[in-house]
């Protein structure tokens, strides 16, 4: 996408603190962080959102992937055993600010209940 932030990251016309990165995924700091582990896990295959997720083989591959890099990355940053949050907001009202499918790793503290 022309003017899509994670797409220009995705293709090196953005900086960004990489975290994580293979074929189908990259995975950045978040640049306002909202725990003190906020974790960007981005598919580098533009979705708009959940909404935009087909339900063939390859789109349920990568989002079941999205979950494994997660898992990999909460290992990797020493949060996995004291717990983190995943989330993936969907559209304005719920607080998706970018266009672009992408989950949230937040970790590194106790985290509030509720939504």
């Known amino acids: 996408m022309l003017n899509c932030n994670f797409c220009m990251i995705v293709d090196g016309k953005l ?6 990165e293979d074929n189908d995924i990259i995975a950045i700091n978040d640049i ?8 960007l896990i981005i ?3 533009h979705y708009d ?9 390859g789109d349920l591959d990568l989002m079941g992937k999205m979950i494994l ?15 983190y949050r995943l989330v993936i907001n969907t559209g304005e009202n719920a607080g998706q600010e970018v266009d ?3 989950m949230h790793l937040l970790a590194g503290e ?3 209940v509720g939504f």
Do not use: F, Q, T
Not at 49 to 57: A, L
């Open 69 to 83: 890099v997660a898992k990999k990355l909460a290992k990797k940053l020493n949060v996995d055993a004291s717990g």
């Open 15 to 20: 900086p960004s603190e990489m975290v994580y």
């Open 100 to 102: 672009h499918i992408h």
């Open 49 to 57: 959102s959940v909404n935009s997720v087909g339900e063939h083989i």
């Open 110 to 112: 106790r985290l509030k």
């Open 43 to 45: 598919p580098k295959k």
């Open 32 to 39: 306002h962080p909202k725990a003190p582990v906020h974790v």
